[in-house]
C-alpha cells in the first residue's frame, strides 16, 4: 500500500524558515515525480495550488512566482524522502502543504497526482 506522509510544519515568525519532510511507503520512489502544493485559508479544497516539483531526474519546477529564490525542493532517493527547504518566509506562505506523487513527470495540475500525502501546516507570523 502506497503512503506518503509529510512532517516539518509549524508556526514561525516572518523571516523565519522551515523545512518540510515527505517520506513514502509502498512506491518505487525514484520512478516518481515528487512535488509540494499548497492551500491557504479562504480557499476552496479544490484550490491546492502547485508549489514545486522535482522529477526522477532531479529537475525542479518552481510554479509559483512568489517562492522562488526563498524556497528550494529537492530529494534523496536514499530515504526515499523529498524536502523543501523555506526560507524568508511571509504571513502570504501560511497554508497546508501537502506533498504528493505521480509517476515520472511534473506538472502543476493536482488533478494529475495519484497520491496525496495528509498535509502538513505551515503559519507564519508578522
Known amino acids: 500500500q502506497m503512503q506518503v506522509m509529510e512532517s516539518g510544519g509549524g508556526l514561525v515568525k516572518k523571516g523565519d524558515s522551515l523545512r518540510l519532510s515527505c517520506t513514502t511507503t509502498?512506491?518505487?520512489?525514484?520512478?516518481?515525480?515528487m512535488a509540494w502544493f499548497r492551500h491557504a485559508p479562504g480557499k476552496e479544497p479544490s484550490e491546492r495550488a502547485g508549489v514545486a516539483c522535482i522529477t526522477w531526474r532531479n529537475i525542479t519546477t518552481y510554479y509559483l512566482d512568489s517562492v522562488k529564490g526563498r524556497f528550494t525542493i529537492s530529494r534523496d532517493n536514499a530515504k526515499n524522502t523529498m524536502y523543501l527547504q523555506m526560507n524568508d518566509l511571509n504571513p502570504e506562505d501560511t497554508a497546508i502543504y501537502y506533498c504528493?506523487?505521480?509517476?515520472?513527470?511534473?506538472?502543476?495540475?493536482?488533478?494529475?497526482?495519484?497520491?496525496w500525502g495528509q498535509g502538513t501546516r505551515v503559519t507564519v507570523s508578522s
Open positions: 504528493a506523487a505521480r509517476p515520472l513527470m511534473c506538472t502543476a495540475s493536482n488533478q494529475q497526482y495519484s497520491e
Open positions: 509502498g512506491l518505487t520512489f525514484d520512478h516518481y515525480a
